[in-house]
């Protein structure tokens, strides 16, 4: 389910919308109702200490050290080199096994820790992709192999150390896991913020199995200073709608006049050649047929845009049409969804369904080759998943002081819990608690979110059991 | 004017700091602004026209490095020029001061700052113990950028370039948010001090004739310009990195000797801010708080606290330090939260710091203890930017409406966003001859200062 990408692929960053619908659609099974999850939690009653300081699961700004922790992260690979040749099973298949499970405790992983560990208490991450010089050609490698890191190896890791009943150990882990996904967030793309969202996600799983064990400390206070994103959402929006510019070498520094007819067949076709499916690419006769039949719903798109008057459009080379539609589109999108991540999530949702549409309709037009991903929806929600979690494993929190300062019972409701539960944050709902028949047991789910279709809705329910001391 | 502030006086920065740079922070009243409104529809499609630099617009470079050379390359121009630059900024564009203002290099470089990636500002957190650390430089940022810009967006104004304006006040911006990021409070304060005069300067370009709708600008710009969160854990470590046990952490339990220094430290420390330390007054706050100690751990104590045997000093340090940690946990929680449920949490918060006045009076609260005062004030860039969007939307309006202003904002075509502290629509009246309209902020529950409100009276221009 986390595997979002499945395997060690290098991604050149201007196909990364398409990445972006490829990792949406690997990652289904959490954003599509299908796949519901539930996780069984058996729990042990902790206190909060109002005396004690709460550990933080992310190091706060002054416990960060000055450094650039892409430097480190990447040096990981040719540091230690040995260990990484001598893994022979797939992690992020062992990562994903139960705490306990032999091939975890047979991976590894441990010459990896200490420089990542370090990583995470550094306080930059400059990762010094040539966005500006050659946007087109950069590749995401480097980022790909630090997720695998960060989400999977450490994961194994933190798994090894509560196997071994190392509390401790495990927390400074999942610590390290959001710190360093954070850093992979430090980037301006998209598709590396839903990689961090997505090791955060990770952290947040292992976060279950700690508070399982038995004298982990409270971490309700911890959760609740956890911000919703792990990457800068507004700044990764901004590239984002300019990534079509910038992907046609061409258009880098401005479009081409009206009448320079060879610049603007250049112009299309680097497009094309973004755009096009290597498996099956077009011929010369169907791409001239696909530009005719683009240049008239172009011409006929800007003049209703009030782009260009309606003799100008006429004017127009039908290469310079293609490209001006396409162009417009793209940046109306671009402009449009970053408007949209700025509203309150009832209304973004709504605003991005609608998005939504306006692109598969583009995409129908240019006969499937658009350079759009495939759902903006899916990237807001797959973002908002790791808040909606954090809230809800807040709530867990809040029920673990309760029952320790209850003879280890669940309240009837909610709402005589001592440190209040949060709402879900997307949803606008509170959480749906149910107790069981004996106090001890409860279930806790996510809401499911107004307005959304069934098979976007994520569903996650907790089949809680407080274990006696 | 001070120049050196010390992070630990913050508890004064409200009445002298703030008090000088905000007018609308001494105010009683509401801020009213009369703004007669030209009418203009949005562009879907027109030319791009920020209100901040996005990100790939943005060059590699430290823009603290240039904005704080900027007094040093222009020392003649500091001497004739800055003492005046307070004074010519609150004069409107057609003012003849305003028009003889010269600039030298300053613009430019503000400029080539503005489209700077980073601003790093150096201050020797790890070197220093926190409250010795001096911040001049943002209060000399407020006057550049903040006074300085808006002559320079005035100026365009005057002379109609309404395009160099908005560009003017987007170096406001940009600028504002370099200040900001910085990690202190103050930083913080003097950032959103800065972004207020940049929101003064873009209500004086929303205002002027033929100027564009910018609605699609604004609806950009994010709720805050800072780094606030991380201003707020640096507020909670002051105590601890500032006192005389430094980045150690605390004595330990039952060392009488090393309390009583803590306490010593921590309590001359703050009587030195407020007036000429006197034993008499220092007697009786170490009596009050030793008290209030006593008694809150009466009632629960920490595991390694013996009450029978420890000393007077290490009752009173502890429970301060246990009460200010409380309060910075509290803050930083809220702090996270969506603005309607962050002001509840700070609400609250704020009565119970409250609750503590007895014991903790003449300025002896700690960083953070006003943080509802803090988060508003922090905040309001947000506020004031959606508030203008309002604005922008109802221009479009009554473009599309024979100059009329809509019967209420359900009939607004453009986004209409809600405010962000309240998560409630913006109060609409408009007069029945759809002539004019008044745009209020609506009430924040449990917030009673009217220094918070904003009303624009709204006109259709008759020019």
């Not at chain 2, 969506?338 to 700690?366: F, H, K, M």
């Not at chain 2, 988060?375 to 508030?387: D, E, K, N, P, V």
Request: some cysteine; charged content about 25%.
């Amino acid at each position: 389910m986390f595997d979002l990408l499945g395997s060690q692929r290098r991604y050149r960053l201007a196909a990364s919308c398409v990445a972006v619908a490829v990792l949406l659609l690997a990652i289904s099974g959490e954003l599509r109702g299908d796949d519901p999850v539930e996780i069984v939690l058996a729990l042990h009653p902790a206190r909060i200490d109002p005396f004690a300081a709460p550990p933080r699961l992310l190091p706060a700004d002054p416990d960060l050290k000055p450094g650039n922790a892409a430097v480190v992260l990447n040096g990981l690979y040719a540091e230690r080199l040995g260990v990484v040749l001598s893994w022979k099973e797939n992690s992020n298949e062992v990562a994903l096994l139960p705490v306990g499970d032999p091939r975890i405790g047979a991976f590894f992983v441990e010459p990896m820790i200490p420089d990542m560990i370090r990583s995470g208490r550094i306080r930059d991450a400059d990762w010094n992709h040539p966005v500006h010089d050659d946007f087109a050609n950069v590749y995401l490698g480097d980022m790909q192999t630090a997720r695998m890191m960060v989400s999977y190896k450490l994961t194994i890791w933190i798994k090894q150390k509560l196997a071994e009943h190392d509390p401790a150990a495990a927390e400074e882990g999942i610590r390290t896991q959001l710190a360093c996904a954070r850093h992979i967030g430090n980037t301006p793309f998209l598709l590396t913020g839903l990689y961090a969202q997505s090791a955060g996600r990770l952290a947040l799983d292992n976060l279950e199995y700690l508070v399982a064990e038995p004298g982990c400390p409270n971490y309700r206070w911890s959760l609740s200073v956890l911000p919703p994103f792990l990457f800068d959402a507004p700044r990764a929006l901004e590239w984002q709608s300019r990534q079509l510019t910038l992907s046609l070498p061409t258009a880098k520094e401005g479009l081409p006049a009206d009448h320079d007819v060879a610049s603007w067949q250049q112009l299309t076709a680097e497009y094309f050649e973004l755009t096009d499916d290597p498996k099956k690419p077009l011929s010369a006769a169907q791409r001239a047929d696909l530009i005719a039949r683009l240049a008239a719903y172009g011409r006929g798109e800007l003049v209703r845009r009030d782009v260009v008057a309606a003799d100008a459009a006429e004017a127009l080379p039908p290469e310079a049409a293609v490209m001006r539609m396409l162009l417009t589109q793209f940046a109306e999108v671009g402009r449009k969804t970053r408007s949209a991540w700025s509203l309150p999530p009832e209304k973004a949702i709504k605003e991005l369904q609608s998005i939504d549409r306006y692109v598969a309709e583009i995409a129908s037009r240019v006969d499937g080759r658009s350079f759009f991903g495939e759902s903006n929806l899916h990237s807001y929600l797959f973002s908002q998943s790791f808040s909606r979690r954090t809230a809800m494993l807040e709530t867990v929190e809040s029920l673990r002081h309760h029952a320790a300062t209850h003879d280890g019972q669940l309240p009837v409701t909610l709402a005589e819990l001592e440190y209040a539960a949060r709402r879900d944050p997307v949803a606008g709902l509170p959480f749906t608690y149910v107790r069981g028949d004996r106090p001890t047991t409860a279930s806790l789910s996510m809401p499911d979110i107004p307005g959304l279709p069934d098979d976007s809705q994520q569903r996650r329910t907790y089949k809680i059991e407080m274990v006696s001391p | 004017m001070k120049i050196h502030k010390r992070l630990s006086t913050l508890c004064f920065l409200n009445a002298i700091l703030l008090g000088s740079m905000v007018a609308v922070v001494c105010a009683d009243e509401p801020t009213t602004i009369k703004l007669a409104l030209h009418p203009q529809a949005i562009e879907d499609h027109g030319p791009s026209r920020p209100l901040l630099p996005e990100a790939p617009d943005l060059k590699p470079g430290n823009a603290a490095v240039v904005l704080l050379r900027m007094p040093w390359e222009q020392h003649m121009w500091m001497q004739e020029w800055f003492p005046k630059i307070w004074e010519v900024s609150q004069l409107p564009p057609g003012d003849a001061k305003v028009a003889e203002f010269p600039f030298n290099r300053f613009a430019g470089e503000m400029r080539r700052a503005a489209f700077m990636r980073d601003a790093d500002w150096n201050y020797p957190v790890d070197d220093e113990p926190l409250d010795q650390i001096l911040l001049p430089d943002a209060q000399g940022m407020r006057s550049f950028v903040g006074s300085g810009m808006s002559i320079w967006v005035n100026q365009r104004i005057a002379k109609q370039d309404l395009d160099s304006a908005r560009e003017g006040v987007l170096i406001h911006l940009a600028c504002a948010r370099h200040v900001g990021r910085a990690q202190f409070v103050v930083n913080q304060l003097v950032a959103g001090a800065i972004a207020d005069r940049g929101l003064d300067s873009l209500e004086r370009v929303i205002g002027a004739p033929a100027s564009p709708n910018l609605h699609s600008a604004i609806q950009l710009l994010p709720d805050g310009l800072g780094r606030s969160i991380e201003a707020v854990q640096w507020g909670s470590v002051i105590e601890e990195r500032s006192l005389a046990f430094g980045h150690g952490g605390i004595p330990t339990a039952g060392d009488g000797p090393a309390w009583t220094q803590a306490f010593d430290r921590w309590l001359e420390r703050w009587l030195s801010y407020n007036e000429a330390p006197s034993p008499t007054k220092s007697v009786a706050i170490r009596f009050r708080i030793v008290a209030a100690g006593r008694e809150a751990f009466a009632k629960e104590a920490p595991a390694d606290l013996d009450l029978a045997t420890a000393s007077d000093d290490e009752i009173a340090m502890r429970f301060l330090l246990i009460t200010f940690r409380q309060i910075h946990e509290a803050a930083e929680s809220a702090w996270l939260l969506e603005g309607p449920e962050a002001i509840a949490a700070l609400v609250r918060l704020d009565a119970r710091v409250n609750e503590l006045q007895p014991v903790l009076a003449e300025g002896l609260l700690s960083f953070l203890a006003h943080p509802l005062r803090w988060y508003l004030q922090i905040h309001s860039f947000g506020r004031r930017a959606r508030m203008l969007e309002v604005v922008e939307a109802l221009r479009d309006a009554t473009a599309r409406n024979g100059g009329r202003f809509p019967p209420s904002l359900a009939d607004v075509p453009a986004r209409v966003p809600l405010d962000p502290f309240t998560g409630k629509p913006f109060v609409y009246e408009p007069a029945a001859n759809g002539r004019s309209a008044r745009l209020a902020t609506p009430p924040i529950p449990g917030v009673d200062e009217p220094r918070f409100s904003r009303i624009y009276e709204l006109t259709i221009a008759t020019e």
